[in-house]
Structures are given as structure tokens and as C-alpha cells.
């Protein structure tokens, strides 16, 4: 079963969306792999990776389940930088570290990288990230395009993603029995300070709209 569930991994594009209704590219596969699930729950894998599925399960091509969406093929995230608070949420939510920044401080989408995951969406408090189609996604990574040279870049992706996960993991602080957990002060100033930096960048956000 782990063998078949390589072969099938092999063959997703390992942007770890989660669209398949799984955490990521592996569980997906593990998931096809016991025959719990379709082949046909991949939206950025195409039209490829379902006929590639399709062979290597011996099952009928099909097409893509639509109620996961559609493909939609050379799509990245952007960040509006002057909109940007740098809450760092979209950082931790990027399975692959696409995002560059710290903590107050001005985040950038790495575009080659970006896999249009949009898993940095819903935790963007002022909603200055988007989506719009690669520009120079292969500028200076020769094979990093999805389809072509797919292979490549899946592999590569997803040793972006164990490298994530083991560094999330190693840095995660357990929580101590002694510890004392924030004050309803603390945690007031804490809401505040983020309700304070969404008003400026929604009021910065209506000047710029102005004509």
C-alpha cells in the first residue's frame, strides 16, 4: 500500500491546497491508494495528473470533480505591500514558504515559489493578498513551470513542504502546566493594536480609491 501511495504522490503537483478535501498531497494519495477517494480531486494538477492517475490505476479517464473547483493553470499570490500590517499569519499558512517577512514588517510573495495554493487567503486580516496570473515564475529556475517539467518542480516542492513542516515542528513550544495564560488586558491591548492597523490600511485603502 505505501508503494502504490508513492507512485501515485510521484504524480501530484505537491501544492499542498488541500482542495482534494485532504491536508495535503501525501494524504490524498494515501487516501487513493486505499480506494477511499477519486482520482478526479486535483484542480492544480489538470488535465495531466488525472490521465496519469487514470493509467497508473488502471480506471477510466474522467473529468474533474467540480466540486473542487477548476484549473486554473499559472495563477500566484500577490501581496499589496503598502496594505501589508505584518501580522506574519500568511507566513505560517504557506506550505511551501513562499513568503518572505517578519513580524510588523512588510511581507513579499516569492512568486517562483508560489504554488496559487491560496491557503494565505482567510488568515490575511486586512485582505491585501490576491491572486493574479505568473508574470517571471521561471525567471533564473529552469523546470519550475507546472505542467512542463512537472516532475521537477513537484519534487522540489515537496521538499520545500517536509522542510516547513519539520521547522514548524521543531519551533513549536509546548504548552507548560505552569504557565500563565494572558490576562484579559493583555489580550484586549492585543485585539486593539490589530483593530487600530486594520483601520489605518482600510482608511489608506479609501484614499487610494479616491479619484
Known amino acids: 500500500m505505501d508503494a502504490l501511495a508513492d507512485k ?9 491546497c488541500a482542495r482534494c478535501g485532504y491536508p495535503d498531497c501525501r494524504a490524498y494519495a494515501e487516501a487513493i491508494a486505499r480506494d477511499e477517494t477519486g482520482i478526479d480531486r486535483c484542480p492544480p494538477g489538470g488535465t495531466e495528473t488525472l490521465q496519469a492517475l487514470s493509467t ?13 473547483g477548476t484549473f486554473t493553470p499559472g495563477t500566484v499570490a500577490f501581496i499589496d505591500e503598502s496594505l501589508c500590517i505584518g501580522c506574519t499569519k500568511c507566513i505560517q499558512a504557506c506550505p511551501v514558504d513562499a513568503i518572505a517577512g517578519a513580524a510588523k514588517q512588510m511581507h513579499t510573495i516569492i512568486e517562483s515559489l508560489c504554488t496559487g495554493c491560496e491557503l ?12 493574479q496570473p505568473a508574470q517571471g515564475r521561471t525567471q533564473g529556475l529552469q523546470g519550475w513551470r507546472f505542467p512542463a517539467d512537472g516532475d521537477e518542480r513537484a519534487a ?9 513542516g519539520e521547522r514548524y515542528k521543531q519551533t513549536a513550544q509546548p504548552v507548560r502546566r505552569e504557565s ?22 482600510r482608511a489608506k485603502r479609501a484614499q487610494t480609491k479616491k479619484p
Do not use: F, N, W
Request: charged letters at 25%; hydrophobic letters at 45%; aromatic letters at 2%.
Open 120 to 131: 494565505c487567503l482567510p488568515p490575511c486580516p486586512v485582505d491585501c493578498i490576491l491572486l
Open 180 to 201: 500563565v495564560p494572558p490576562s484579559a488586558s493583555l489580550i484586549a491591548e492585543r485585539k486593539a493594536e490589530i483593530a487600530a492597523a486594520v483601520a489605518r490600511v
Open 56 to 68: 497508473l490505476m488502471q480506471r477510466p479517464t474522467m473529468r474533474l470533480d467540480p466540486k473542487v
Open 8 to 16: 501515485i504522490d510521484a504524480l501530484l503537483p505537491q501544492t499542498q
Open 156 to 164: 522540489a516542492l515537496r521538499g520545500r513542504y517536509r522542510r516547513h
